[in-house]
Nanobody, 118 residues
C-alpha cells in the first residue's frame, strides 16, 4: 500500500511563501492538486519520477516550483501567494504517464490546508 504524507500548510498573508512537502513510500511520478470550497479539484504541478521534467498549471507558473530530493519527498515551493491560492492541497502519485488529470493518479495524500489572507 502506497502512503503519502503531506506537511507544510498554514496561514500566510498575500505575497508570502509556503513550502509543502509530500513523502511517499516509493518513487513515483508525483503531482500536486488543490481544491477550494465549492470547486473541483484542479491540477497545480507535477514532476517526473526522476525529477527531470516538471509541469505547471498556467495560474501558478513563475510563482510555484515543484522539486524532489533523491529519496521519496516532493516539495511545492509557493511564492507570491494570492488569496485565490487558498485551498486544500493534495499530493498524488501515479504509475502512469499522466500529468494533469486527477483520474490518472493512483494514490493520494490526506491534504493540507493553505490559506492566504488579504
Amino acid at each position: 500500500q502506497v502512503q503519502l504524507v503531506e506537511a507544510g500548510g498554514g496561514l500566510v498573508q498575500t505575497g508570502g511563501s509556503l513550502r509543502l512537502s509530500c513523502t511517499a513510500s516509493g518513487r513515483y511520478r508525483m503531482g500536486w492538486f488543490r481544491q477550494a470550497p465549492g470547486k473541483e479539484r484542479g491540477f497545480v504541478a507535477a514532476i517526473s519520477k526522476v525529477g527531470g521534467s516538471t509541469y505547471y498549471a498556467e495560474s501558478v507558473k513563475g510563482r510555484f516550483t515543484i522539486s524532489r530530493d533523491n529519496a521519496n519527498t516532493v516539495y511545492l515551493q509557493m511564492n507570491s501567494l494570492k488569496p485565490e491560492d487558498t485551498a486544500v492541497y493534495y499530493c498524488a502519485a501515479t504509475v502512469t504517464m499522466g500529468i494533469e488529470l486527477s483520474v490518472d493518479y493512483d494514490y493520494w495524500g490526506q491534504g493540507t490546508q493553505v490559506t492566504v489572507s488579504d
